[in-house]
């Protein structure tokens, strides 16, 4: 079955086993120089393995720095279990304190269970879905019944023996309940023709799509789809969580929903504490709102992955084909009502690490011979405990300070990095922001250089400042360009702003170093000298030929010469043609659109722009670009800075001051206010037995284990894909520790550390238990759309489609209950995978179609390389919400439905969002009364489309859509337009590419078809 090998990364990767980093279109970036200048994070030895003699104490706590660990040494003695301030305890307060104990921990059973699974007739007209509810226990009420596993029918030749029942670890069997209810129900008995053969519909022709959903109300009922599974199931209603539903015909809520997934997390697992005590836990679904205690492991805000357990053996890894990833999101914010992370400082001493893996003191490694040495969790390796760092163990073999010190029981924390982790063992400076505005003719005409320098004036009130601070530390800078660069020099004693124009843009350099770069507080009034008159100097310009790569080499050597990180946020129109490195040409191709040419649509257009990115991140120089096209800008081409540099694109497609400003304004706002670290680098260090091989982000690689960010804010995710080098263990399992060494808003030097454990088995039924969906979905589309610069798209989809047949074909064959050949099978944890997988080959990205813009794909393949899970899972498949049903005493979301036109009706209203978007789109039959009250006119005719924003019309139903519509924007990065959409209308035509489980406008499949596409697959697998 598995011939092909295991390809979780995909042939398309250039991935080397024994090499690790794939090596990026972009090429090596080998900068010697920068290589060896962040210091400490490998370090061959650290300086920190001794401690000065005479140094037995702990260093106080530093004053200046916040969260400061502030009980730290407060007790000496008689330690009482809850050190930490934090969300409400849980229900079971002592196991949820339960250290973590490498040898005793037996078992981790999965909170989560994986109770059902879904089973589709592969007779379309029999379609049918055997959902036995989730079965899920309640997170912190002990570990749940582990079901018995399905044996397996399959006669085939690769048939493995039969997994014995279900035990993750020795002694396990002794903890677990009975099972009660089975982990998947038996259909009746096989269709006689195994074959894939769905008979077609009345009215359809086979193989072609489907005619228009009805309604969802109306429950379709078909002709000829009689169902055809007499026998019942096996598994008995008893045994089930519920009764099986009646029997349908071809109904779309038959196959599984998303909405259904979704809601049933929420309902089982939603508002409640969610505590990281235990190995291998799943987390609640990222669309579900729950409290976060952090008791030994990572917040799943922090870090989410694909499985959270691993197979044992390689051999079981490339048999499943389950990628094993995790997306870490290392700056991820924090809800106000979880705890902030804490900050350990050892003054001079440093953070405590292992010196053979240089792994940093974490919840898993354990002290021996009283507390003297302590054997590293990763590694093994035995080592000296520091005298400062001595402590006593308890009769458990504890450390006395284990609830004092966060490294110790916690999974995320930070340190107090020493000089050795900084650039020439020097404190670093204060980071800057160089705010750098096209100023060619376009961009005056529209106002948008108005516009933006009356915003500066109130969004610099609001740099992103330490708590504890008066004003931020953050130094800004100010330059000006169309094809050349004009500096400006605002220094506090001037009474003018001062200008000076580097007309050399082939090398620039820069003009000035004194009164650059300065304190907005200090500088105010020259500041707003010079933001009054940018517009009105500029006014009478008609230069309409820009530069772009020399903007960035001057942002990137303004920061170079003041020795400090920073961020340049760059506004844009145009494809910049003036003489310059980095000129671009317009190579928008759609010839080359569906051949195996395509890629290079995706490539930059000249190696400048991959250059500039290393030096940009050799120096912390990250990059935002506000792009306001009105055509083609080669968005490949001048995002790749931006991406690479771990900054933020955004696109504003012919800009209109009264329509797109707003959003616009909300994007400046909230990214200059974003939590950040600058120049950055991050390890991903692992346990025996496997190792990060993979690694996808807005990152740059010089090495095959350090991951470079010039900065990363809290939007940002790194995904990592892990490979095995030799068998993991069971009992200790697979261990997980990223570190990110970085600099803060205020200049200090920082290591955050994130730690989280995840089980090991050797029982495929188990890998399948704890996946996670989204997560899959996240690692899939980084790796596709980094493949996208290297593969034909038609070689990507075909493998994305062929391994998520593998995917289920393996367990089919491995783990689920014995049924007919016709019937599709899917793991409960996997139930979405394949809607959510069409939308991945849905997207316009892998979409090879010419009507689609070239720049509007460059920019989504170019987003989602940076996205987290919660965003990806929104972004591919968006959220739909019934708007005629609100009930406006409600403070609750209306539940969402599917992204289908069936689930449309006339006399509706629905919201659609999708992460950049937003629609609210009207039936033609909309009740009257709901629209003068969201738009103040009279009827559906009246409503006039041409506006982002909704009127406040003070009535119930416009406060609660509005409201409505602030939470679905409020934690998402990017500001969504609002497009209002009337049935019927043109414009309806764009917002159908968002019902994504109906066939594409511009063709993909539609869910229904994707299915059945899946099922044709794995039969040909399974056969
Ligand atoms: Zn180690």
Redesign the pocket.
């Known amino acids: 079955m598995s011939q092909q090998g295991y390809v979780a990364t995909p042939p398309y990767s250039q991935s080397q086993p024994g090499i690790g980093l794939s090596p990026p279109h972009y090429g090596h970036y080998g900068d010697p120089s920068h290589a060896s200048s962040p210091q400490g994070m490998m370090k061959p030895a650290g300086p920190l393995g001794t401690a000065a003699p005479g140094m037995l104490l702990p260093p106080g706590p530093s004053p200046s720095v916040p969260h400061q660990f502030g009980q730290n040494g407060a007790h000496a003695s008689g330690h009482p279990p809850q050190r930490f301030p934090g969300p409400p305890p849980v229900n079971n307060v002592a196991s949820s304190y339960a250290p973590y104990q490498p040898s005793t921990q037996s078992s981790y059973p999965s909170p989560v269970s994986t109770s059902s699974v879904t089973q589709l007739g592969s007779q379309l007209s029999a379609m049918q879905i055997n959902s036995y509810g989730s079965g899920m226990a309640p997170p912190n009420q002990g570990p749940p019944p582990r079901p018995p596993q399905p044996s397996i029918l399959q006669p085939g030749s690769q048939v493995l023996p039969p997994p014995p029942t279900t035990l993750n670890g020795p002694g396990a069997s002794s903890l677990l309940p009975p099972p009660t209810y089975r982990l998947d129900g038996h259909p009746g008995p096989a269709h006689p023709n195994a074959q894939y053969q769905p008979p077609p519909l009345p009215g359809q022709t086979l193989g072609t799509g489907y005619p228009p959903q009805q309604a969802a109300s109306s429950g379709p009922q078909m002709a000829g789809a009689q169902l055809s599974y007499p026998g019942g199931f096996p598994g008995g209603p008893a045994q089930m969580a519920g009764p099986p539903p009646p029997q349908k015909k071809l109904d779309p809520d038959s196959i599984p929903s998303p909405i259904q997934v979704i809601e049933n997390d929420r309902a089982t697992r939603g508002g409640q504490v969610y505590a990281t005590n235990i190995r291998g836990q799943i987390p609640p679904l990222v669309t579900t709102d729950y409290v976060i205690q952090d008791q030994g492991n990572a917040s799943p805000r922090y870090i989410r992955c694909t499985t959270y357990c691993f197979p044992c053996t390689s051999d079981m890894a490339k048999q499943a084909q389950i990628p094993l990833a995790a997306v870490i999101k290392p700056f991820a914010t924090i809800p106000s009502n979880e705890t902030p992370l804490y900050l350990v400082n050892h003054g001079e001493n440093g953070p405590v690490r292992?010196n053979?893996?240089k792994?940093y003191m974490c919840p898993f490694m354990q002290f021996i011979e009283g507390g003297r040495r302590y054997q590293?969790g990763?590694?093994s390796?035995v080592n000296d405990v520091p005298p400062f760092y001595f402590q006593h163990l308890d009769h458990i073999g504890r450390r006395l300070d284990h609830y004092e010190k966060p490294e110790l029981s916690l999974g995320s924390y930070e340190y107090v990095a020493t000089l050795d982790y900084c650039r020439n063992n020097k404190p670093p400076n204060p980071p800057a922001f160089i705010f750098m505005i096209d100023v060619s003719y376009s961009n005056i005409k529209n106002g948008l250089v108005k516009l933006i320098c009356e915003e500066l004036k109130t969004i610099l009130e609001k740099l992103p400042k330490e708590e504890q601070e008066e004003m931020s530390a953050i130094r800004v800078g100010f330059i000006t360009y169309n094809k050349v660069l004009h500096f400006f020099n605002v220094k506090s004693n001037l009474a003018q702003p001062q200008m000076m124009v580097v007309t050399d843009v082939g090398e620039v350099f820069v003009p000035l170093l004194d009164g650059f770069l300065v304190n907005y507080q200090e500088s105010q009034s020259v500041i707003h000298n010079l933001l009054d008159q940018i517009p009105e100097m500029f006014a009478d310009s008609n230069e309409n030929e820009t530069v772009f790569a020399p903007v960035i080499q001057a942002g990137m050597e303004a920061l170079k010469a003041a020795d400090c990180p920073g961020k340049l946020f760059i506004f844009h129109s145009s494809l910049p043609t003036a003489e310059a490195p980095g000129k671009l040409r317009n190579r928008d191709d759609k010839k080359l659109v569906n051949t195996d040419k395509e890629k290079i649509l995706f490539q930059p257009q000249t190696n400048v722009y991959d250059s500039l990115a290393k030096d940009c991140v050799a120096h912390g120089c990250s990059v935002t670009l506000f792009l306001f096209p009105s055509q083609y800008v080669d968005m490949a081409s001048l995002g790749l800075v931006p991406q690479l540099t771990g900054g933020t694109l955004y696109k504003y497609n012919n800009f209109q001051m009264h329509l797109d400003s707003q959003q616009f304004l909300n994007d400046l706002r909230n990214d200059i206010e974003k939590k950040i670290g600058f120049d950055a680098i991050m390890r991903v260090r692992t346990s025996t037995g496997f190792r990060a091989t993979d690694f996808f982000g807005g990152i740059l690689m010089n090495n095959t284990t350090d991951i470079e960010m010039a900065a990363i804010d809290c939007d940002k995710a790194v995904t990592v894909e892990f490979k095995h080098d030799d068998k993991l263990s069971e009992d200790t399992g697979a261990l997980i520790q990223c570190a990110v060494l970085y600099t803060t808003i205020s200049g200090q030097r920082r290591l955050r550390i994130h730690n989280l454990g995840l089980n090991c088995s050797s029982q495929l039924a188990d890998l399948y238990k704890s996946c996670e969906t989204d997560a899959l979905i996240n690692f899939f589309a980084k790796s596709a759309f980094k493949a996208v610069l290297h593969q034909p798209l038609k070689v990507i989809r075909e493998i994305l489609v062929n391994q998520t047949a593998h995917m289920l074909a393996c367990y089919r064959k491995n783990c689920a209950s014995p049924s007919a050949a016709s019937q599709l099978i899917l793991p409960d944890s996997m139930k979405v995978l394949p809607v959510y997988m069409n939308c991945l080959l849905k997207n316009c990205v892998l979409l090879s179609r010419p009507e689609i813009s070239t720049d509007e794909r460059a920019f989504q393949r170019q987003l989602v390389m940076s996205m987290g899970v919660a965003d990806s899972q929104l972004f591919f498949y968006p959220q739909l919400l019934p708007i005629h049903t609100l009930d406006v005493k409600s403070t609750m979301l209306p539940a969402a439905v599917r992204c289908s036109e069936s689930r449309l009706s006339e006399d509706g209203i629905f919201l659609l969002a999708n992460g950049l978007n937003m629609f609210l789109w009207l039936g033609v039959s909309s009740p009257p009364e709901l629209i003068q009250g969201i738009f103040n006119v009279p009827s559906f005719a009246h409503i006039n489309t041409d506006m982002t924003l909704l009127p406040e019309v003070g009535s119930p139903h416009s406060q609660q859509l509005r409201m409505i519509m602030g939470i679905i924007q409020q934690k998402r990065p990017y500001s969504m337009k609002l497009t209002i959409v009337k049935q019927r209308e043109q414009p309806e035509m764009v917002f159908r590419q968002f019902l994504v489980e109906d066939k594409g406008l511009y063709g993909g499949s539609s869910y229904v078809d994707f299915l059945c596409c899946v099922h044709k697959e794995i039969c040909q697998l399974l056969n």
Request: proline share 0%; glycine share 0%; net charge positive.
């Open positions: 292992c053979r893996c792994a590293c990763f590694c390796c």
